[in-house]
């Protein structure tokens, strides 16, 4: 199970300081980029954004960022996702570059997509990120929308997520996988996890209506799920808090969903 191409394993740092890399070709997909950078304090990474926007976020750890017009000096706060407080990021446009010096040892995801032009860099502070519970019961979870469709960027959409030990999320089973709207978009997805205790592991199952893609994943401490398709629900086995960063992207940047029929009716909160 844990040798499925859906799985995208870390590897050891390269000099840049990058341990995992999901690209649209890598992935056989169109529109999602994603990396996880470990930088040593004082250790900079600096690249050019070519044809893609780009979101820089803070997983844990400070740094200085800076951009070809605007530049933010010690941000970050946390310093484990689990401390469950927002993160810093910083949006970057096409056609720009960024510089990430750490100030302490920092773990960086770098969320990429097409960008157009559309919008400036800026830094995006955990006051700006909205914070909400979703579900209920023990598929209750919680959500910080740190690039939602609500918010500037051409492509992307960025989300993390905290499912306490014992529950289920991304669920019930939703997919965005068919560009037919108002009804549903087409989003390509990954998933990027953590586990507390990181001994431990999450189980992540994807499938399609039919049945032509149905894997059942169980998924480690610093590994990407790919989510090309289909329905993606997660579960935290007790005594593991699951952490994930989400990244979307496709040809419209909206997330609609669709619910699988057998399981929709969870989205009714049974009366007390």
């Not at 990027?192 to 001994?199: K, L, N």
Request: charge should be negative; aromatic fraction near 10%; hydrophobic fraction near 35%.
């Amino acid at each position: 199970m844990s040798d499925s191409n859906l799985i995208v394993k870390a590897h050891e740092a390269d000099k840049e300081g990058v341990v995992l890399t999901v690209t649209p070709e890598s992935a056989g997909w169109e529109y999602v980029g994603f990396q996880v950078v470990k930088l040593a304090e004082g250790q900079v990474l600096r690249r050019e954004t070519g044809s893609n926007e780009i979101c820089l976020v803070l997983l844990s750890g400070k740094a200085d960022v800076s951009t070809k017009l605007q530049s933010w000096q010690g941000i970050g706060e946390r310093m484990s996702v689990f401390e469950k407080i927002a993160p810093y990021s910083v949006y970057v446009p096409n056609d720009d570059l960024y510089e990430v010096k750490a100030l302490t040892d920092v773990e960086l995801a770098v969320c990429a997509a097409p960008g157009f032009g559309t919008y400036p860099a800026r830094l995006i502070e955990p006051a700006q990120v909205g914070i909400e519970a979703r579900g209920y019961g023990n598929i209750e979870r919680r959500i910080h929308n740190i690039l939602p469709e609500q918010e500037s960027a051409d492509s992307l959409l960025v989300v993390e997520v905290f499912t306490p030990n014992g529950h289920w999320s991304s669920y019930p089973p939703h997919k965005h996988d068919r560009d037919s709207l108002p009804d549903e978009s087409l989003l390509e997805e990954t998933y990027y996890f953590h586990v507390q205790p990181e001994q431990g592991f999450a189980i992540q199952r994807v499938y399609t209506d039919d049945c032509s893609l149905d894997e059942t994943l169980v998924v480690r401490d610093g590994q990407t799920v790919l989510v090309p398709k289909g329905y993606h629900p997660v579960c935290a086995p007790p005594g593991y808090e699951v952490y994930y960063l989400n990244v979307m992207a496709g040809p419209t940047r909206t997330w609609k969903f669709h619910n699988d029929p057998d399981h929709a009716w969870l989205m009714t909160k049974p009366r007390e």
